[in-house]
């Protein structure tokens, strides 16, 4: 099983800045993928932005040239720059994890989420 906490949500003024990060318990190896979900109000929860072991990075349309996700496997840390927040970015934000034996492309392990509010 692996965990996974999430970090560095709050409240910011439009056009502000902040930096989550995700700490997991996954070896380097058992994942393939790791992700940055968003539960807005009302709202399904969908992917934000994602990076694979090789270091390929997909981000949504909306969040594209804002957020930056990123990795560091020596410190089992993964993290998401968000930049020039909108408040529609705001939102319960969770750290994902895909184990390595999943061909499709769910989540298999999840963080608690951590709250991300942007004023406008």
Known sequence: ???L???GGGSVQAGGSLRLS???SATKFAINA???FRLAPGKQRDLVA???RDGT???ADSVKG???VSSNSAKNMVYLQMN???PEDTGVYYCAARHRSRTTPEYDYWGQGTQVTVSS
């Open 1 to 3: 099983q692996v965990q």
């Open 5 to 7: 906490v999430e970090s």
């Open 22 to 24: 995700c700490v997991h």
């Open 34 to 36: 790791m992700g940055w």
């Open 50 to 52: 994602s990076i694979r």
């Open 57 to 59: 990075t997909n981000y």
């Open 66 to 68: 804002r957020f930056t």
């Open 84 to 86: 020039s927040l909108k």
